[in-house]
Structures are given as structure tokens and as C-alpha cells.
Nanobody, 118 residues
Framework: QVQLVESGGGLVQPGGSLRLSCAASGTAFTIGAMGWYRQTAENQRELVATIFRFGNTNIADSVSGRFTISRDDLKKTVYLQMNSLKPEDTAVYYC????????????WGQGTQVTVSS
């Protein structure tokens, strides 16, 4: 059974850094993409960053230059390094995994709270 376990969220001051981790288990399929989304109470869930099968990445304009996505293939873990954090980065961050096979299967982590505040 596929499980995505997130960790690394918390409270940080503006300008600070956090690193989120998402460890996938039970994936008997080839992973096509791993990524991070975020959501606030007033906004829809939005894509933050994605890393694809062969290592290419997409980063949202709002976090470009501040956030970096990476992965450890052996651990099946995706990371989101968040630097120069701003209050507007405050959200629940969700890990997402998609299969290569079609129809594409998608899975979500439980979410981890990131709060950027003085």
C-alpha cells in the first residue's frame, strides 16, 4: 500500500530556512514525478515544485530562487529546501507522487504545516 510520510514543517522567522521531506513506500510502480503543493484556508492548492523521472524540475515563479527540490532515489524521498522564507509562504505543504503508467495514478501525503512569522 502506497504511503507518503512528510516531515520537516514548523515555525520559522522571516528569512529563515526549512527543509521538508517526503518518504514514499509501497510504490510497486515507476515514479514519474514527485512534487510539492501548498494550500491555505483561503486559496486553492497550488503547485510549488516538481521533480520528474530523469531529474528535470519545475519551480513556481513565486518561490523561484528561494526553494530547491531534490530527491534521493534509493530512499524514494523528495525534499524541498526552503530558504529566505516569507510570511506569504505560510501554508500546509503536501507531497505528491505520480506514476509513469497511464492512466496516471496520484498519491498525496498527509500535509505538514509551515508557518513563517515573527
Amino acid at each position: 500500500q502506497v504511503q507518503l510520510v512528510e516531515s520537516g514543517g514548523g515555525l520559522v522567522q522571516p528569512g529563515g530556512s526549512l527543509r521538508l521531506s517526503c518518504a514514499a513506500s509501497g510504490t510497486a510502480f515507476t515514479i514519474g514525478a514527485m512534487g510539492w503543493y501548498r494550500q491555505t484556508a483561503e486559496n486553492q492548492r497550488e503547485l510549488v515544485a516538481t521533480i520528474f523521472r530523469f531529474g528535470n524540475t519545475n519551480i513556481a515563479d513565486s518561490v523561484s530562487g528561494r526553494f530547491t527540490i531534490s530527491r534521493d532515489d534509493l530512499k524514494k524521498t523528495v525534499y524541498l529546501q526552503m530558504n529566505s522564507l516569507k510570511p506569504e509562504d505560510t501554508a500546509v505543504y503536501y507531497c505528491n507522487v505520480k506514476s509513469v503508467s497511464v492512466p496516471v495514478r496520484t498519491y498525496w501525503g498527509q500535509g505538514t504545516q509551515v508557518t513563517v512569522s515573527s
